[in-house]
């Protein structure tokens, strides 16, 4: 018994550590140093198996703990159990990537039928027979865009 | 901007951090973060990977579209137009706090900077000054370089400086943003290319990177600055 309540302890904190570690780590208005974002990173790209895994444990525990417990105990127990879960799932989310929509099968046209003002900045690429120009006003939301000029696969940045 | 093949593979990105603000990306093959700035592989299984840079212009809309008539421009995306960023989004951007500082250079963490990286050094040049000068003839590391402004007074090129005998050379621009070398005379446009001297090959592109000087320096700690006073 005391064994599955400690359990439940490490597997709820093991779900919100790699939860919100990488959180804490990446915020824009906070410098990151160079182990701490190494750390980080690493923690995000474990965050859904580990998650996971503590998830499972924690229902476990709980299962072992919720019997023979009175109401009380039962309530922790069960709040933990789905802040565990809940966590879990929330692991797959990066905010970042919920803020941000990268342009991943762009569309062209014509520059008489770009509506882009003439002093407006473009990024300009080149090669060969194909040329595309990326408005930074548009970069500037997309950020990233996922393109092929003719059969080369590039990806404007900005 | 990247290439986007790694080791015969074609990633697909998208944003998913972000580093003393300059943003981390993430392939959706490997799960792989990619510093943008530097194209390097910081995390994951495709780790210390170096994408290939693509080179690329930052131009007004009518110049690119004098140089290119048939080129093609992004379609705005519809379902995200409404939140694209307003004409002066730059200038609010140049006002917020950085999160990184090299106060010993005196420069400002916002001042807008043209990176470029050749002949084994790296070296910045401020955008103002540049557009003040018009024409820049410097040398960065063992690369003799031109930095251009050209006839809008926005858009800026660089170039390895090259006359057609192979030797650097003094060049003039002149009012239409167009050159002229002083060692054969020859007019060339602001796209590097020689007007009617069939024969002669075009400068050579330098790729140069406008970037905020904190995060220009931070990733190049040893660049130099052009006419820097120490």
Redesign the interface.
């Known amino acids: 018994m005391k064994a599955a309540c400690r359990l439940l302890g490490l597997a709820v904190f093991g779900t919100l550590f790699f939860l919100l570690f990488?959180y804490w780590i990446?915020q824009?208005?906070?410098?990151?140093g160079a182990r701490e974002?190494?750390a980080a990173?690493?923690v995000?790209?474990w965050a859904p198996l580990a998650t996971g895994l503590f998830a499972a444990i924690a229902i476990a525990a709980a299962a072992i703990i919720w019997p023979a417990s009175r109401w009380n105990v039962r309530m922790f127990v069960g709040a933990g159990a789905l802040l565990a879960v809940a966590a879990a799932f929330l692991s797959h989310v990066?905010v970042?990537?919920k803020m941000?929509?990268?342009?991943?099968a762009?569309?062209?046209?014509?520059?008489s039928?770009?509506g882009?003002?003439?002093?407006?900045?473009?990024?300009?690429?080149?090669?060969n027979r194909n040329?595309?120009?990326?408005?930074?006003?548009?970069m500037?939301?997309?950020?990233?865009?996922?393109d092929w000029?003719g059969t080369?696969?590039?990806?404007?940045?900005y | 901007?990247?290439?986007?093949?790694v080791d015969g593979r074609?990633?697909?990105?998208?944003?998913?951090?972000?580093?003393?603000?300059n943003?981390?990306?993430?392939d959706d093959q490997t799960?792989t973060?990619w510093q943008?700035i530097s194209g390097r592989a910081?995390?994951?299984p495709l780790r210390n990977k170096q994408?290939l840079l693509?080179?690329?212009?930052?131009?007004?809309?009518?110049q690119?579209?004098g140089e290119?008539?048939?080129?093609?421009?992004?379609?705005?995306?519809k379902?995200?137009v409404a939140?694209?960023?307003?004409?002066d989004?730059?200038k609010r951007i140049g006002k917020a706090?950085t999160?990184?500082s090299f106060p010993s250079t005196k420069i400002p963490g916002r001042e807008v900077m043209l990176g470029i990286q050749a002949g084994g050094a790296a070296r910045a040049f401020s955008l103002k000054r540049v557009l003040d000068e018009k024409l820049v003839q410097d040398r960065v590391g063992s690369t003799p370089v031109l930095l251009v402004v050209g006839p809008?007074n926005?858009s800026v090129r660089a170039f390895v400086n090259r006359a057609p005998s192979g030797k650097p050379t003094d060049f003039y621009r002149q009012k239409d943003g167009t050159l002229l070398d002083s060692e054969t005379g020859t007019t060339w446009t602001f796209a590097g290319c020689p007007v009617a001297a069939i024969g002669t090959a075009c400068l050579p592109p330098v790729d140069m990177l406008k970037d905020y000087w904190f995060d220009w320096r931070n990733y190049h700690p040893d660049t130099t600055v052009y006419l820097a006073k120490h």
Not at chain 2, 23 to 26: A, D, N, S
């Open positions: 990488p990446i824009p208005f906070r410098a990151q974002l190494a990173l690493v995000i790209r990066n970042f990537e941000f929509h990268p342009v991943g762009p569309s062209f046209v014509a520059a039928e770009a882009v003002t003439a002093d407006d900045m473009v990024l300009a690429v080149a090669e040329s595309h120009a990326y408005p930074i006003r548009e500037g939301y997309h950020h990233v865009v996922n000029l080369v696969p590039i990806v404007a940045t | 901007m990247w290439s986007r093949e074609v990633l697909t990105f998208h944003l998913a951090g972000i580093n003393n603000q943003f981390l990306m993430r799960g973060f943008q910081v995390s994951g994408l693509v080179h690329s212009d930052e131009l007004t809309f009518a690119w579209r290119q008539p048939s080129g093609m421009v992004l379609a705005p995306v379902t995200y939140e694209y960023e307003p004409r989004w730059e706090r999160v990184i809008d926005t």
